[in-house]
């Protein structure tokens, strides 16, 4: 009965041991290796890991008796979470916390990348406590990583304890789960709590009201947010990117996994807890981004508002819903990659960079970037006929599907005042006028791997609205995996 | 469920104790350093209640459950520790309510 199957799970092992080499490339004593050694085993690694999600794409398979199952769903998630590592890596590029730790910085994006595939492809409970507590004790050192910057230790030890208190109350919803049911098989307690006998059980009800507490934290949604716009100011930029794309794509790929894969029978006890959660976050996230003078904490807060969108696709709780809330998950990747680049990229020529009237004419200085800038802002906020709004566009329409409407004109509502801050920002970037003369201050080269990684992710905003039906088609295919028994 | 020994609500009881114990210390508690040691004991009241539902369901399913939230809760501490003494090195106050250098 127990199979090892250990190909199933090659992309997570080739993800774990090139994290751990590219560690370790940090301590060789010659330059070239300290400086490449890290950076080019990672790409390699993703490549690799990359190359064996594409062969094993198709119908499920499990790996190690069943902990580990690989399906479309988890694969597509997988390719998600490398696809924004690569992108890290290339904008970390000569950034200051990869220049002095490269190994560290590096082996530890891919070792939370390899715990995020572990969520996304967890078949029992213990690995998927394990995956989560994975990504987030190195997402921790990552934040704290530039430990000459207070602000960094304080953004790393913040998230450590609210990361913490929420992974707590996760694990004691688990444990309530297995309670209920004798099994941390997620098969197996789909099984069990099959039917709806189970509905309005009090074992079960607060295992998932205590489950969605603790996913809510991981995915930074309204009212367990207070840490996000605080570690996400105070992290190196690159690695707040990486937080608001990756680890959000793991916490909503925990959230699909957990309630459309296992619990589908009980939507109607956990549907309207999540649906709360999207609208506080929707709502908090955008009016308080209105009041941000800076912009990483203007998209902290907009990371925010996008939980509280993609948490309506799990609300819809149909296969419709975990479609559109995927697909959007890809787009919101590429769209919030490239604003943490344009922040990136400024940080790095002058000081406080983050700040908003650092961008003043900034996009006349430079048109590529500006052009860039204009795409992500004009997606996140969802503009026609931009990939942003035809992510929102399923989102909302799966809710009004479910019978939901009010979430979509929450949604809908949102996203008009979202319009003020990234339209504001785009003002700031065109029509602005520098302090102190007419062009802003130190425009600096960029470096290749950062300019790629920029041009990778805007481009990709075009392409996956150009190419929107074949990406929903892939969405589709992983939303229904994720059903299938 | 094995007859002998102590009841599952025994179980249930202290470890939700633990629970909220741990709960209301991270709220309360200004050190980071307590803060992390309330942490350690929500982890280890959900732990109880593995171990309690384990022997309730005559499986070890829970026991290994508990085992591997002990070496995850094992790296946190270290983690956690780690990033205090480096606050301390900084010569920041020990207490999270001055830790307002990001906020808005």
Redesign the interface.
């Known amino acids: 009965m127990t199979h090892l199957n250990v190909v199933a799970a090659t992309p997570q092992i080739i993800v774990a041991a090139a994290g751990v080499l590219a560690m370790s490339m940090g301590l060789f004593n010659r330059y070239e290796i300290r400086r490449y050694g890290p950076s080019a085993i990672s790409l390699a690694g993703i490549v690799a890991a990359f190359v064996m999600i594409v062969l094993l794409w198709g119908d499920r398979e499990e790996a190690f008796g069943g902990g580990i199952r690989s399906d479309r769903f988890s694969l597509l998630l997988s390719a998600i979470f490398l696809v924004s590592a690569a992108l890290v890596i290339g904008l970390a590029w000569r950034e200051s916390a990869a220049v002095d730790r490269r190994g560290e910085f590096a082996g530890l994006v891919m070792v939370a990348v390899a715990g995020m595939m572990l969520v996304a492809s967890a078949g029992d409970?213990?690995v998927l406590?394990?995956g989560i507590?994975t990504l987030s004790?190195a997402l921790?050192?990552l934040c704290?990583l530039e430990?000459w910057r207070?602000?960094s230790?304080?953004?790393?030890?913040?998230y450590?304890?609210t990361g913490?208190?929420g992974?707590?109350?996760l694990?004691?919803g688990?444990?309530?789960l297995?309670?209920a049911t004798?099994?941390?098989d997620l098969a197996e307690i789909g099984e069990q709590l099959g039917g709806t006998s189970f509905a309005g059980e009090p074992l079960v009800i607060a295992a998932m009201a205590l489950i969605v507490v603790g996913l809510g934290f991981k995915a930074s949604a309204v009212p367990f947010h207070m840490w996000t716009?605080?570690v996400y100011?105070?992290a190196p930029t690159s690695i707040t990117a990486f937080m608001s794309t990756a680890t959000k794509a793991a916490a909503l790929a925990a959230f699909l996994r957990i309630f459309q894969g296992v619990l589908p029978d009980l939507a109607g006890d956990w549907r309207v807890a999540i649906a709360v959660l999207a609208v506080a976050s929707i709502v908090v996230g955008n009016v308080a981004a209105l009041?941000?003078?800076?912009l990483k904490?203007m998209l902290a807060y907009s990371s925010i508002a996008h939980a509280g969108y993609l948490l309506i696709g799990v609300a819809a709780g149909s296969v419709q819903g975990a479609e559109a809330v995927i697909y959007y998950l890809i787009v919101y990747l590429a769209m919030t990659m490239t604003a943490f680049a344009v922040v990136i990229i400024r940080e790095r020529e002058v000081e406080n960079g983050e700040m908003l009237e650092a961008f003043a004419g900034y996009a006349r200085a430079r048109p590529v970037l500006g052009v860039a800038a204009t795409l992500a802002m004009l997606s996140l906020a969802g503009f026609p006929p931009l990939a942003g709004f035809i992510g929102k566009f399923l989102l909302f329409s799966a809710a009004v599907e479910a019978n939901m409407t009010w979430l979509a004109i929450v949604g809908a509502l949102g996203s008009v005042v979202s319009l003020g801050y990234y339209l504001r920002i785009l003002g700031v970037m065109w029509l602005g006028t520098p302090a102190d003369g007419e062009r802003p201050a130190r425009l600096l080269a960029v470096p290749a791997p950062v300019m790629m990684a920029t041009g990778t992710a805007a481009i990709a905003i075009i392409g996956l609205a150009l190419f929107a039906d074949p990406m929903i088609d892939i969405s589709r295919g992983a939303a229904e995996a994720l059903l299938a028994p | 469920m094995s007859g002998s020994g102590v009841p599952l609500l025994a179980y249930l009881l202290v470890?939700g104790a633990m629970?909220l114990i741990?709960?209301l210390g991270?709220m309360i508690r200004r050190n980071?350093l307590m803060?992390?040691l309330a942490?350690e004991l929500?982890?280890n009241?959900?732990?109880v209640?593995?171990v309690?539902?384990?022997r309730?369901?005559d499986?070890t399913?829970?026991q290994?459950?508990a085992l591997?939230?002990m070496v995850?809760a094992a790296?946190?501490v270290v983690?956690?520790l780690g990033?205090?003494v480096?606050?301390y090195r900084?010569r920041?106050r020990l207490n999270?309510d001055e830790?307002t250098?990001?906020?808005?």
Do not use: C
Request: hydrophobic share 55%; aromatic share 12%; no cysteine.
């Open positions: 409970l213990i406590f394990l507590e004790v921790y050192v704290a430990v207070e602000r230790l304080e953004s790393g030890l913040k450590l304890i913490a208190v992974s707590s109350i694990l004691y688990f444990a309530l297995f309670g004798g099994t941390v716009p605080d100011e105070g009041a941000q003078d800076s904490r | 470890s629970f741990g709960l991270v980071p803060v992390l942490v929500m982890l009241g959900a732990n209640t593995l309690g539902f384990s309730f369901w499986t399913d829970g290994t459950f591997v939230v995850v790296a946190e983690i956690g990033l205090v480096a606050v900084q920041l999270i830790m250098r990001l906020r808005g």
